[in-house]
């Protein structure tokens, strides 16, 4: 028996692609082979071969090596001015739900489970009468729903999303905690599954809280800027825990150079980054095993000399430059997201290890049937 499901979130960043590469690699262990859809999506990228498909499906297309077009994998996208189009009758409602549909029966009938990723919260695509509950609607397949990993608030969140399930006759298959602190899991677990009963329905994993999956790379800082790197470019996914805004004495910084770390400071302040390439240079004479990850990302109306960029170059420093005050810079690093791109290979690694461990795959498999 061919078997599907729509897996959807409480909203943006709550980590619904992430657990969806859980998920995928999960199941995979367990059949002859997986299918993945997203039927709606909004940021897309162009492929090598000049197709424009939702990122999320050329993540999982790339790391999972499916077979299935990027086509049939990504049948709907939403451009800009497209909602606008919509209302002004230049796009066919039935048009769009007719590419969904060709798309999941030509991806189902290839494999004996696929998983169907939304986009955003239940609502998202509302305007254009393609919100997650109505997608899965249209498909007849049941729904999972990914919340934060909390209590109180987790639960009100769930229940405005349920409310559309129940609108649109979506049979509301399951729970997924995400992101649950240590401290708090064994609490959650506890009285979330005791809340959930209520509607009869399951709560099918707590994934904990894992720091490295919120690590930014300079990757995301070029996107984040709109720039590129200026040195270091073969140290583009290099991920970074620790961020440093440097307007201290260089005498002070220099006790607090450590790896794996960003530093933001201004281009003008040279006895900052000259102190980084000594502790650099220090450390890779004593010990040339070693390497000391960091990334700089100098900032101000002035840039870099080019004699201190050749330096930091010759070092191997990843490095991007932004007209911008650090405090502006930190601001915007402090308030963007991180998202998991197809390239950041030990980032895919890492969510898919920490969600498969813990997800109840047999009461998953029941709960979907």
């Keep these: 028996m061919k078997r599907a499901f729509f897996v959807a979130a409480t909203g ?207 990757a995301d800082y070029e996107q984040l800027f709109q720039t590129t790197l200026t040195t270091g470019e073969e140290f583009r996914w290099r991920h970074f825990e620790n961020i440093r805004l440097v307007a201290t004495s260089a005498e002070m910084y220099r006790s607090l150079i450590f790896s794996n770390q960003l530093i933001i400071t201004p281009a003008d302040r040279e006895d900052i980054i000259l102190a980084t390439l000594t502790r650099y240079w220090d450390l890779k004479i004593a010990h040339p095993e070693e390497e000391l990850e960091l990334g700089l990302i100098l900032t101000g109306k002035n840039p870099p000399k080019d004699s201190l960029i050749e330096q930091i170059r010759r070092a191997h420093i990843p490095m991007l430059y932004i ?9 915007m690093i402090h308030s963007s997201t991180t998202k998991i791109r197809s390239e950041d290979t030990p980032k895919i690694q890492e969510a898919v290890k920490v969600v498969e461990s813990h997800l109840d795959f047999d009461q998953l498999e029941k709960a979907t049937m």
């Design 323 to 331: 007209p911008l005050a650090s405090f502006v810079a930190l601001k």
């Design 12 to 218: 943006q960043n709550v980590g619904k692609t992430t657990t969806c590469l859980g998920l995928v690699s999960g199941l995979q262990k367990r059949h002859a082979s997986v299918g993945y859809l997203k039927p709606v999506g909004q940021e897309h990228v162009e492929t090598e071969t000049g197709i424009h498909v939702d990122k999320d499906v050329l993540l999982f297309h790339s790391h999972f090596q499916l077979k299935d077009s990027y086509e049939e994998m990504s049948p709907v996208l939403f451009p800009r001015g497209f909602t606008r189009d919509y209302l002004d009758g230049k796009v066919s409602h039935e048009g769009l739900v007719q590419k969904i549909e060709r798309s999941f029966h030509a991806i189902t009938a290839r494999h004996p489970i696929t998983v169907l990723e939304g986009t955003g919260h239940m609502g998202v695509g509302s305007i254009v009468n393609l919100n997650n509950a109505q997608v899965a609607a249209h498909l007849q397949v049941p729904l999972l729903l990914i919340a934060s990993g909390g209590l109180g608030s987790s639960f009100d969140e769930l229940e405005l999303n349920r409310i559309q399930c129940e609108k649109h006759g979506v049979r509301l298959a399951g729970v997924i905690l995400n992101r649950v602190l240590d401290e708090k899991r064994a609490m959650i677990i506890e009285y979330m599954t005791k809340a959930l009963r209520r509607w009869n329905i399951p709560l099918l994993g707590c994934i904990p809280y894992d720091a490295f999956l919120t690590t930014p790379t300079m």
